[in-house]
């Protein structure tokens, strides 16, 4: 039962990568913004339907909550338009490790510092010879 | 020209981070469907205003283009789904490092073999090497995980 479970992780992240690839595409046709719109538009039917049928927790916690805890779209946006700009230009695979790289020691500070409301978890040995071993694959790919 | 272009995807890659962080905090008081729920809409609303401003690309090509390009929309979904499968099995750093492993091997294959018209990179020497040094690092970051879970902090 485990093995299906990692076979579904690997899966997730796959998923990534052809969205990525075909939203290179179709960039290229209709934009980069207008295929970011397109994506959350759809991503917003798609949810507003899970919500309505499976949602178990609290909607109307938006206008309670700090304001900084609802700026996630915004953040999304950035991303999702920087890989459908990047990808016709380096390929998707630069794309990735470029995403991944950025996440990840992102992640690190974050955690390290306790920000936005994540655990605090110090930076140590191990993440720094990840970083390492992340900017030598970084430089190789290039 | 290149150059620029990772330094911005690195960029996409922070924000994204800080969007995990973020929606976490959220999702503590209103729940995960609620919480991506109102990342899209709002995250369409922004994008609707800065298409009005800035757009310079055609929204309604939406209509036009090939569904194949479309059903992408999907895959974002898929990867929500199959990532919430997967954490309550193996824990949410294994599920996060599977799909990161997942995400650069059809990452490199998409460039290897050219699939959906991008660019064709060829999976060389090198980009193996690329490959296996960011396995190294993901390997040191479950031990990092590892290590600060054990330690009381």
């Given at each position: 039962m485990r093995y299906i479970a990692y076979i579904l992780a690997l899966l997730a992240g796959s998923a990534l990568s052809f969205e990525g690839a075909i939203y290179g595409e179709l960039g290229k046709t209709i934009g980069q913004l207008e295929t970011s719109f397109y994506n959350f538009f759809v991503g917003s039917i798609i949810m507003g339907l899970l919500w309505v049928f499976f949602g178990k927790g609290k909607l109307s916690y938006t206008v309670e909550?700090?304001?900084?805890?609802?700026?996630g779209g915004l953040l999304g946006v950035v991303y999702l338009t920087s890989i459908v700009i990047s990808v016709p230009f380096v390929g998707v695979g630069i794309t990735m490790v470029a995403v991944i790289i950025g996440q990840l020691v992102m992640s690190m500070v974050i955690e390290h510092y306790g920000w936005l409301g994540s655990k605090k978890t110090r930076i140590n040995k191990e993440k720094v010879f990840a970083v390492i071993s992340m900017i030598i694959a970084l430089v190789l790919i290039n | 020209m290149s150059i620029v272009m990772i330094l911005f995807t690195l960029l996409g890659g922070i924000t994204l981070s800080a969007q995990s962080s973020i929606n976490g905090a959220f999702s503590r008081k209103a729940g995960t469907i609620e919480t991506t729920f109102l990342t899209f809409i709002t995250g369409t609303l922004f994008l609707a205003l800065f298409i009005l401003f800035?757009?310079?690309?055609?929204?309604?090509g939406i209509l036009e283009a090939p569904k194949w390009q479309l059903s992408a929309a999907f895959l974002g979904t898929m990867y929500l789904l199959l990532t919430v499968m997967a954490v309550p099995r193996i824990g949410v750093i294994a599920a996060n490092i599977a799909g990161i492993i997942g995400q650069l091997v059809i990452g490199l294959l998409i460039d290897h073999f050219g699939w959906f018209g991008s660019l064709v990179i060829p999976l060389d020497a090198k980009r193996s090497f690329a490959l296996l040094f960011m396995v190294i690092a993901l390997y040191f970051i479950y031990k990092g995980n590892k290590r600060s879970s054990e330690e009381p902090s």
């Open positions: 909550a700090p304001k900084w805890s609802i700026l | 800035f757009g310079q690309g055609n929204v309604l």
